[in-house]
């Protein structure tokens, strides 16, 4: 994810803002950079890679001066690269600019001011920003930042500074965090804690659509429309390691949190009044005749969110899809042609496995398509079509947001697909678009429920066993929340089809058994109903995530704890329900004492087979 500093004081900025993005190492990055004002001009140097790069470029060069802005990019509109990396400048240099977030609009105002006469040296939707402040420039900079931020949707916080008014910064908000820090003769901006922690501890939290103006003795407030507004400050008391973590104990709770952002973004640009627009999906409806089979190869997380993409794409484009996991695919000899369409999905982009399946497939002379969390990652350069999922780092090695957001984009290929297919009506694709939109809020509601179901994990932590039973898409979700629950509590879990219970796995069932159970699909609750009264019949203890509207069932038939999801469509409930499990698994190896973060023989990245 990207990260923000920007200094305004009496001290040289360039150490500060180095410092203070090093700090915000952690949330991951590819590039960095620094403008700096100093003698009349912006002065400005950006780099690919490491901080350390940048660091070398500013021994041989620095740059002097106290007021300045810094950024670390995470890529997601143009690979890693010294010219995309921020600030980006106005084509005077009078102006530069850094951003986080996505700007949805960037295409439609790019175009505006290249026939305007603006020309663009990057790929990014960041650059349109430096080039409407200019455009809206006519000496006075939070006028034409104020303008221009009516121009933009998506998400943003921004830094800016302008060389005709050197003692200034200013800061905007819309749905992208951004802090203001409060020191003495000297005033911070920031995209995170850590990055000012050792310089102050007063802090502003901007809210949506909020400007603050920075000197180095005075922060001022203003709504969108320019009108000053007072603000209550905050005083950090976390220390630095926490801070990293925003306040949380572990990355991963930190990570299960931001999953409302995470899968605003992956829809932000993608859902639009003329419905799905997947603008790096470049299949065509003619690729499409022409393809005959497609597989769906993964590992891990990536391989369960696959498995929701085979629901979804048999379901709306009626296409067969073969599933496999990477390490099997590889040494199987599958049946690849030219008219295979391959689906990879890979949070890093560079697991091995999932690299080995698209060589041998691309030399069958397959079509790939990936699914990836890292632009410009190996599986990214690799693929003909991507779809980012725009989730923002995962630092913990147990995949979450990640998680979400790929069944997001599953889902939204599967309409993709259908529409080229002629089988989405406009009705459906409108009903099921809505439906995603709202996730969000479902999401909301089971971190609601985040200390029931710590509740339920302590007063259960010495179990041996734990399964998870569901059909459909809620089996789907459970073979997601049993590796959850294995990879970081170090329990043994098994998830089961519920229908397969009888088959078999009952006989593991016991007085005292925990069993998660998934039922949030209505076609088939009455049947899992009765699958809970079998197990309740045997002394299981039950925990079910399942709709408000089939609570009451759920609690006449003895359920210990009932989580319901309200107001969704059934193929967006694996969404909201993997979390009450990502939750109980958290929850359970904390309860066990586990080091949550880094379970012991795991690698976030399994660059290796
Ligand atoms: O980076 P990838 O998505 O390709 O990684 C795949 C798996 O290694 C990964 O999902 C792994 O299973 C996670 N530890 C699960 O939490």
């Known amino acids: ?86 600030p980006h400048v106005s084509s005077d240099e009078k102006i530069a600019v850094v951003h986080n977030g996505i700007i949805e609009n960037y295409m439609e105002l790019k175009d505006k001011l290249i026939k305007e006469g603006y020309e663009f040296q990057s790929d990014t939707d960041t650059e349109v920003v430096a080039h409407l402040l200019d455009s809206y420039y006519d000496g006075d900079i939070f006028e034409a930042a104020k303008k221009t931020a009516k121009d933009l949707k998506g998400s943003y916080s921004l830094g800016i500074m302008s060389s005709d008014d050197p003692d200034k910064l200013i800061a905007i908000r819309k749905n992208s965090p951004l802090i203001i ?128 993409g085979k629901a979804f794409i048999e379901k709306y484009a009626r296409i067969p899809i073969e599933i496999e996991t990477a390490s099997e695919y590889r040494y199987k000899d599958p049946i690849i042609t030219e008219n295979t369409l391959l689906i990879v999905l890979s949070q890093s982009g560079e697991t091995a496995d999932t690299l080995a399946a698209i060589d041998i497939a691309k030399k069958a002379g397959a079509r790939v398509l990936a699914i990836t969390n890292v632009v410009g990652s190996s599986v990214a350069r690799e693929a003909d079509d991507i779809l980012y999922t725009n989730a923002g780092p995962e630092i913990a090695v147990a995949s979450t947001k990640a998680y979400v957001t790929q069944v997001a984009c599953m889902l939204l290929i599967a309409l993709h697909l259908a529409k080229l297919k002629g089988l989405l009506s406009e009705e459906d694709q409108k009903r099921i678009a809505e439906s995603l939109l709202n996730s969000p809020k479902q999401i909301e509601e089971a971190l609601e429920a985040s200390e029931e179901i710590e509740e339920f994990a302590y007063e259960n932590k010495d179990l041996h066993d734990v399964y998870l039973i569901g059909r459909g898409l809620d089996y789907d979700s459970c073979i997601e929340g049993s590796l959850k629950i294995k990879e970081i509590s170090y329990v043994h879990s098994e998830s089961f089809s519920a229908g397969e219970l009888k088959h078999g796995p009952i006989a593991l069932v016991e007085d005292g058994t925990v069993l998660l159970v998934v039922a949030t699909q209505d076609k088939t609750f009455d049947k899992l109903l009765s699958n809970i009264l079998e197990v309740r019949s045997r002394g299981a203890k039950v925990l079910a995530i399942a709709q408000e509207k089939h609570r009451d069932a759920l609690e006449k038939a003895g359920v210990e704890k009932v989580f319901c999801i309200t107001d969704l469509e059934d193929d967006i409930a694996p969404i909201p329900a993997v979390v009450y499990l990502q939750l109980f698994a958290y929850y359970l190896a904390v309860a066990r004492g586990c080091d949550v973060d880094k379970p012991k023989n795991l690698a976030k990245s399994v660059t290796v087979e």
């Open 1 to 86: 994810m990207c990260g923000i500093v920007g200094y305004v004081g009496d001290r040289q900025a360039q150490d500060i803002l180095v410092n203070g993005l090093e700090k915000l190492e952690y949330r991951g990055y590819d590039s960095a950079g620094l403008a700096v004002f100093d003698e009349g001009k912006i002065d400005y140097q950006k780099k690919k890679g490491r901080i350390q790069q940048l660091k070398e470029v500013l021994d041989e060069k620095p740059l002097a001066g106290s007021v300045g802005i810094g950024h670390t990019r995470w890529a997601t509109h143009g690979e890693p690269s010294d010219v995309n990396a921020h």
């Open 181 to 308: 820090g409060m020191g003495e003769n000297e005033n911070f901006i920031a995209s995170d804690v850590p990055a000012i922690l050792e310089h102050t501890r007063n802090i502003y939290y901007l809210d949506n659509d909020e400007i603050a103006v920075l000197t180095k003795d005075s922060v001022d407030f203003y709504d969108e429309d320019g009108n000053s507004i007072e603000k209550k400050e905050t005083v950090i008391t976390w220390d630095p390691e926490d801070a990293e973590k925003g306040g949380y104990p572990y990355f991963m709770l930190k990570e299960i949190n931001e999953q409302p952002k995470a899968i605003e973004d992956t829809l932000i640009g993608r859902i639009t009044e003329d419905g799905i627009k997947l603008d790096d999906v470049i299949i065509t409806k003619e690729d499409l005749d022409k393809i005959d089979h497609v597989h769906i190869v993964a590992c891990g997380t990536a391989y369960n969110a696959g498995l929701l």
